[in-house]
């Protein structure tokens, strides 16, 4: 079977997901790990039928991440199969309030990135800094103190020998500390491995409308203990994510007003990139879908095949719903709540690739329309497998007082079926654009693997360029240098449109794409919201009020070289 990849993605696969003997030689092919990947995960079908098939399902996950019309979340492609086999990238790992508990909580951090997982925590439930601290009598030090252990910790704790460990930090806008967390990234070299988010409550966004106050509480005590002018907070907040781009802001009661099982308790943090909401110990495991993949021609023209598309959903929620019965369990409350709630995140990639070959812009009408049609199936067929695997398998153990313990309803055996994944090494295996995100620049470096750097010029360019009669070398290179298109003569000014890339797109465009597949996602959407270095803080306060308004569930910014290390670099410094 002859698996076409880009240099760029035998780079990635050589250096983080193929296998190797104790001298870190490559020992197997890129074929040899989709084969080990779909062979276990295929295992999974004799659990609920000693008859199974297990050799036909095997084939068909061969083929379809062979064809990368389907690809799993990393550690799957990484340990599925082997000694580790922790098959799950998203973990939350509860923090409270005493040194057991926050010790016990970095001791599970580091079991998680060993295996190749990345980690969400709200510290929310800390008592405040210098607060009391019954036991000795003396001062507490306040969450953040804390999260520079756990910073630590990661820094020494490299993921299964393949990368580093990644966090998500969540403080309540309601803790008395919050505006300590808020510039507790301000200082260069501080918390590098975490990404921090304020949580803000409808109560905060309410206050911020009316230009009002709102109450801070001690978690310890759950009292009063004074207050702040949301203005002024959002103000910091916002002042900070245009220096810095964190933090990000997550709006917590309307994570929790989709959180499926409300009987279990609240979600009060994310994982890393903000996208997979989770309840404390609940992992979850995502895959996405190669939109290229899903296009075929017809009379010279560009279409989706929602037929095809249908068939790799279908398969998508088989294989995720495989992976939990499969997966390695670093902790055994991990097993216990996420086969309680077997939640799954089924997305997408190549979305701005599609774009540019149906020839729509970005940031047109006819892009959000698009974008919006696509979740709503994928959701909707999605919810169809599900309900099919609960026939075969039985529906998830903790339905009972979930959103889905009603009569009327069918029994379904995920309490989530989709997430939006920013897919960032798994689009340049599949060799798309990553995520929802659009084209960031038509020639950029990314960096990956601890700094090596990958060149890359946009291979869909150069596709249109030949589809469209305009392509030249000298065009080609003069793109890769960082040329504007808009000053060549020999490309038409619809083809600058398509083109448009990730920093000349007005940040509420970006906006409003990620609120159109939110609109179809149970759980959250990954999206990068690109300022230019010139973009204004008033700029980014409009984009996270747009984000609030459209239904988001969160949002992340960032300004072009605000970063001292930034994982894409663009070469033409006039975008960006």
């Not at 098939?53 to 690809?71: A, I, Q, W």
């Not at 403080?171 to 510039?183: A, E, N």
């Not at 000014?493 to 448009?500: A, G, Q, S, V």
Request: hydrophobic fraction near 35%; aromatic fraction near 8%.
């Amino acid at each position: 079977m002859a698996i076409v990849l880009s240099q760029n993605a035998l780079t990635v696969l050589q250096k983080r997901y193929l296998k190797k003997d104790e001298y870190g030689h490559i020992i197997e092919t890129p074929e040899d790990m989709f084969r080990r990947v779909a062979s276990t995960i295929s295992k999974a079908e004799r659990i609920y039928d000693p008859r199974a098939d297990v050799k036909r399902v095997e084939t068909e996950f061969l083929e379809t991440m062979s064809n990368l019309e389907f690809l799993p979340n990393s550690p799957t492609l990484m340990n599925a199969g082997r000694k580790l086999n922790q098959l799950s990238a998203c973990f939350v790992i509860p923090v409270e309030d005493s040194l057991n508990s926050i010790f016990e909580a970095v001791k599970h951090t580091a079991l998680i990135h060993q295996s190749g997982g990345g980690t969400g925590f709200s510290f929310s439930n800390l008592r405040p800094s210098d607060d009391m601290v019954g036991s000795t009598g003396g001062i507490a030090s306040g969450p953040v103190s804390f999260m520079k252990v756990f910073n630590v910790a990661t820094e020494v704790i490299k993921q299964g020998g393949t990368r580093r460990g990644a966090n998500m930090g969540v403080l309540r806008v309601d803790h008395p500390d919050i505006v300590i967390f808020i510039t507790a990234k301000t200082p260069p070299g501080e918390l590098t491995n975490f990404n921090i988010s304020a949580a803000l409550t409808d109560a905060f966004m309410d206050a911020l409308g009316n230009d009002g106050e709102y109450p801070l509480i001690n978690p310890r005590t759950k009292k009063i203990v004074g207050y702040k002018r949301a203005g002024e907070v959002f103000n910091l907040i916002v002042e900070s994510a245009w220096r810095s781009g964190e933090p990000g802001i997550l709006f917590i009661d309307r994570i929790n007003r989709a959180n499926p099982t409300p009987q279990l308790g609240k979600i009060s943090a994310t994982n890393p990139c903000g996208e997979q909401p989770l309840l404390p110990y609940e992992s979850c495991n995502l895959g996405s879908i190669n939109l290229m993949k899903v296009l075929r021609k017809k009379e010279g023209r560009w279409e989706i095949n929602y037929k095809k598309l249908g068939s790799l959903v279908r398969l998508g929620v088989r294989f995720l719903d495989n992976v939990i019965d499969m997966n390695k369990y670093p902790l055994p409350e991990i097993e216990t709540i996420t086969k309680g709630n077997r939640k799954i995140g089924l997305g997408i990639m190549g979305f701005a690739d599609m774009l540019v070959r149906l020839r729509v812009p970005y940031y047109s009408d006819k892009a959000l329309e698009i974008g919006e049609g696509i979740m709503e199936f994928i959701n909707s067929a999605a919810w169809e497998a599900s309900m099919e695997l609960a026939k075969e398998r039985g529906a998830f153990p903790n339905l009972k007082g979930s959103v889905f313990d009603e009569e009327s309803r069918k029994p379904v055996r995920n309490s989530t079926t989709t997430t939006i994944a920013p897919t960032g090494t798994l689009s340049i295996i599949a060799g798309c654009s990553s995520g929802i995100e659009p084209l960031y620049s038509l020639s950029y470096t990314r960096q990956v693997l601890n700094g090596t750097q990958l060149p890359e010029l946009d291979p869909i360019f150069q596709e249109v360029a030949r589809e469209e009669g305009f392509y030249s070398d000298e065009l080609m290179d003069y793109v890769a240098s960082g040329g504007k298109l808009s000053e060549r003569r020999d490309v038409p000014d619809y083809i600058n449109k398509i083109f448009t890339t990730a920093f000349q797109i007005l940040p509420e465009d970006h906006i409003k794409i990620q609120a159109a597949f939110q609109k179809h996602t149970d759980n959250a959407v990954s999206k990068t919201i690109n300022f230019s270095n010139k973009a204004t803080s008033e700029d980014v306060r409009k984009a996270y009020l747009l984000a609030y308004k459209l239904g988001c569930k969160g949002v992340a910014v960032y300004r072009s070289g605000t970063r001292e290390q930034q994982v894409l670099t663009c070469n033409n410094t006039l975008y960006c």
